[in-house]
C-alpha cells in the first residue's frame, strides 16, 4: 500500500507539472506530434494484483496476494493527440495467501505469467498521457495443501483493465503506472516501471 501510495503521489506531481506548463508547451507538443509516429519499447515493471482463492473442500474464500516484476515489449503508434499500443511480456515473483492467523497461511509462492495487452491514450502534453488498457494473463501457481486445506485460484486466462500515466522523461525513457482490476473476482491492480525507447 505504500508503494502504491508513493506511486500515486509521483504521478500526481508529474500531472500537476505537466498541466501548468500544457500552454508553455504548446509548441514542444506541435512539434512532438510532427515527428513522433511509432516507436518500440521494453519495459521493467513492479507489480501487484491480488485474487481471491477457493478452499476446494470447505468452499470458504481467501485472499492471495501477488508481488513481481515483469518485462513486456510494446509497440505505440502516435496519431496526432491519440496513440495507440500493443505488446506482451512475462511476469514472476512470489506471493502470499491468508495472514499468520488463519487457517490457511503460505508465503513465498512462486509464481510465472504470460500476458498481451491493447490500449489506447490522450496526449495531454508533450511529455504526458493517459488512457485505458485492457490485458489478458495467463499464470501459473501451485499453492501447497495445509493440513486438510487445499486452495484453488480462479481459472486462466483472466482479464483486466486498468487506466495508464505515462510520463515521458526525455527521448529514451518512460515512467508509467497502472491502476485497475484483474481477474475474475475483479480484485485490484497495480504496477509501476520505466519503459525504454529503442
Excluded at 72 to 85: D, E, H, Q, T
Aim: proline residues 4%; charged residues 20%; aromatic residues 16%.
Amino acid at each position: 500500500m505504500k508503494l502504491f501510495l508513493s506511486g500515486l503521489l509521483l504521478f500526481t506531481l508529474c500531472l500537476s507539472t505537466s498541466l501548468a506548463t500544457a500552454q508553455e508547451d504548446h509548441e514542444a507538443l506541435r512539434l512532438s506530434l510532427s515527428r513522433l509516429r511509432d516507436k518500440n519499447d521494453l519495459s521493467l515493471s513492479f507489480l501487484n494484483f491480488q485474487e481471491e482463492l477457493k478452499n476446494k473442500t470447505t468452499q470458504i474464500k481467501t485472499d492471495g496476494q501477488y508481488y513481481g516484476f515483469g518485462l513486456s515489449f510494446n509497440r505505440r503508434s502516435y496519431r496526432g493527440y491519440y496513440a495507440y499500443s500493443f505488446g506482451g511480456g512475462a511476469a514472476y515473483g512470489y506471493a502470499v495467501a491468508g495472514s499468520s492467523g488463519s487457517a490457511y497461511h503460505e508465503k513465498r509462492i512462486p509464481w510465472q505469467s504470460f500476458f498481451a495487452h491493447v490500449g489506447a491514450y490522450r496526449r495531454l502534453s508533450a511529455y504526458f498521457e493517459v488512457g485505458p488498457v485492457a490485458m489478458l494473463q495467463y499464470k501459473s501457481i501451485d499453492w501447497p495443501a495445509s493440513g486438510s486445506d487445499e486452495m484453488e485460484a480462479p481459472p486462466n486466462p483472466s482479464g483486466g483493465v486498468f487506466l495508464e500515466f505515462r510520463q515521458r522523461l526525455g527521448k529514451e525513457f518512460d515512467l508509467f503506472q497502472n491502476i485497475g482490476i484483474l481477474g475474475p473476482s475483479q480484485q485490484a491492480a497495480w504496477n509501476l516501471g520505466f519503459s525504454y525507447n529503442l
